[in-house]
Structures are given as structure tokens and as C-alpha cells.
T-cell receptor, first 112, second 115 residues
Framework: ELKVEQNPLFLSMQEGKNYTIYCNYSTTSDRLYWYRQDPGKSLESLFVLLSNGAVKQEGRLMASLDTKARLSTLHITAAVHDLSATYFCAGTQETSGSRLTFGEGTQLTVNP | SAVISQKPSRDICQRGTSLTIQCQVDSQVTMMFWYRQQPGQSLTLIATANQGSEATYESGFVIDKFPISRPNLTFSTLTVSNMSPEDSSIYLC????????????FGPGTRLTVT
């Protein structure tokens, strides 16, 4: 059974700083997803990582995947207040029919 | 990307009653899922809605409590039956499909409060 753990669960950072959110998973995951959730809103898809070494970037966010270490990271560069949200990673296995297993979420607050 | 709508967007219900949530997608999709997000928590999969057959439920969720229908490739309903305050959550439908084999998108959610 796939288990997904994120850390940190809470992150408060200053604008302009860099930080990384970590996502560890317990068994082989065929795909790794990152989502953003604003308070009271649904999930916004950020990245889908399909293979070992995959790296994707969008604006100040960059996600990577190391399948050997069973680790994905979401790196935030020069944070701005608008990035304040909860970020979830989720894994899936082909044998599970694309069902997603979510991490606990990282609540990010970027302070001016 | 798929455009997903859910109805209702929110509701306040009395314990013991039932609520049916609708999920409509603007294109045919292969897989539809229902998730629950309890207050301040992550998402937990309730079931996979299978077109033309019974839904596949995850451990801890049963058909009598969460009956699901999926009459076609663009529509599904989730009913929360005999509600209690513990059912207060956001319920989200999610889709993946032939046109977007790896992406999974989420509907806007239904915020349910049970009093």
C-alpha cells in the first residue's frame, strides 16, 4: 500500500527567500502529482512527474522526482505572498487504477 | 483540461438526512473518483465511480453510506446517507481521461455541514 509523507507540514517564510517542500513515498509510485489549494477552494494541478529525474518548472515553483530515493521536492524560489497556500503531493500506482494517495499537505505562509 | 462542475457548492443539512452531490464534466472521461476532505485534513479517496457497473469503494467506505451512480462518461452522483456531524467535509470529484492520460483534475467541491 502506497503511503505518502510530506514535510514540513507548516512553513512560514519571508518574501524573497527560497525553500523546499519534501514528499516521500513508501513504495513504487508510477506518477507523482503536486497540487495547490487556496483556503475554501478546490485543488489546482501544478505538476505531474512521470519518470526518474523529471524536473518541471512554472514560475517560482520547480518540482523534481527521484524514484530511487522515493522522493519528490517542490522548490520555491524568491517567494512572494501570492504563493501562500496549502501544497499537496500525491502518488499513484498503475495497479491501483490511477487512484491518488495524498500526503498530509504543507501549509505555506509567505510573509511580507 | 477538463472542466468539472459540482452541485450543490455547499449545503447545511440536518443529521439523519441524505444529500446527493452531482459531478458534471464537459468531456468524456475514463475515470471518475470521489474524495473527501475533512476540515483541516488531506484528501481521502471514497470510491472510484465506474460507468455501467458498481463503484469500487476504499477501505472504510461502504455503499450503503455513500451510494454512487455513474450513468455515462460525463456524469456521476455521490449520496451521503443518514448524515451525522462527522460527515461535515468537502466532497470533491476528480477525473482523468483518454485525452489527458496522466492529469487528474478536481471539481470545485461541495462543502457539507451537518448539524
Amino acid at each position: 500500500e502506497l503511503k505518502v509523507e510530506q514535510n514540513p507540514l507548516f512553513l512560514s517564510m519571508q518574501e524573497g527567500k527560497n525553500y523546499t517542500i519534501y514528499c516521500n513515498y513508501s513504495t513504487t509510485s508510477d506518477r507523482l502529482y503536486w497540487y495547490r489549494q487556496d483556503p475554501g477552494k478546490s485543488l489546482e494541478s501544478l505538476f505531474v512527474l512521470l519518470s526518474n529525474g523529471a524536473v518541471k518548472q512554472e514560475g517560482r515553483l520547480m518540482a523534481s522526482l527521484d524514484t530511487k530515493a522515493r522522493l519528490s521536492t517542490l522548490h520555491i524560489t524568491a517567494a512572494v505572498h501570492d504563493l501562500s497556500a496549502t501544497y499537496f503531493c500525491a502518488g499513484t500506482q498503475e495497479t491501483s487504477g490511477s487512484r491518488l494517495t495524498f500526503g498530509e499537505g504543507t501549509q505555506l505562509t509567505v510573509n511580507p | 483540461s477538463a472542466v468539472i462542475s459540482q452541485k450543490p457548492s455547499r449545503d447545511i443539512c440536518q443529521r439523519g438526512t441524505s444529500l446527493t452531490i452531482q459531478c458534471q464534466v464537459d468531456s468524456q472521461v475514463t475515470m471518475m473518483f470521489w474524495y473527501r476532505q475533512q476540515p483541516g485534513q488531506s484528501l481521502t479517496l471514497i470510491a472510484t465511480a465506474n460507468q455501467g457497473s458498481e463503484a469500487t469503494y476504499e477501505s472504510g467506505f461502504v455503499i450503503d453510506k455513500f451510494p454512487i451512480s455513474r450513468p455515462n462518461l460525463t456524469f456521476s452522483t455521490l449520496t451521503v446517507s443518514n448524515m451525522s456531524p462527522e460527515d461535515s467535509s468537502i466532497y470533491l470529484c476528480s477525473v482523468t481521461g483518454t485525452g489527458l492520460p496522466y492529469e487528474q483534475y478536481f471539481g470545485p467541491g461541495t462543502r457539507l455541514t451537518v448539524t
